[in-house]
């Protein structure tokens, strides 16, 4: 999946928490948020009310992040619920990356086919 199709199905999709979401379609939507998040700052850092710009964007990529945060563990063949692992410093954090990470199983599993 190409950078352009990321964002579309990420916001498209923003809150299908059933389903797929591969590999290529998480890292480059988390990617462009960030991107996205960092020059939002940039250019906000010495602005009145730059907060409140900061605040709206962090609203309106909460949803979709989500979204695709379920979408990539069912990916995995992981229930959902592993994201309470993210709670835990640190080590919770790296076992959330390291299942974004993996492959996800082939063919249809319990969340449905693959993403293609």
Same mark, same amino acid.
């Given at each position: 999946?190409?950078? !352009?199709?990321?964002?579309? *199905?990420?916001?498209? &999709?923003? +809150? ?18 960030? +991107?996205? %998040?960092? #020059?939002? *700052?940039? @250019?906000? *850092? *010495?602005? =009145? !009310? /730059?907060?409140? #710009? ?8 909460? @949803?979709?992040?989500? !979204? ?6 069912? =990916?995995? =063949? ?7 692992? /993210? ?6 954090? #790296? +076992? ?10 082939? %063919? =249809? &599993?319990?969340? /449905?086919?693959?993403?293609?």
């Amino acid at each position: 999946m190409s950078f !352009g199709e990321a964002i579309k *199905s990420g916001f498209s &999709n923003y +809150v299908k928490f059933n389903g797929r979401a591969s590999r290529s379609e998480f890292w480059w939507f988390v990617l462009f948020t960030y +991107v996205v %998040g960092f #020059i939002i *700052s940039l @250019l906000t *850092s *010495s602005m =009145d !009310g /730059g907060t409140y #710009i900061t605040l709206i964007w962090t609203l309106a990529i909460f @949803l979709p992040l989500f !979204g695709l945060y379920f979408r990539r563990l069912h =990916d995995a =063949d992981h229930s959902a619920w592993w994201l309470l692992i /993210g709670l835990i410093p640190l080590v919770g954090q #790296i +076992v959330l990356i390291v299942f974004w990470a993996t492959k996800g199983t082939p %063919g =249809d &599993n319990k969340y /449905g086919p693959p993403v293609i």
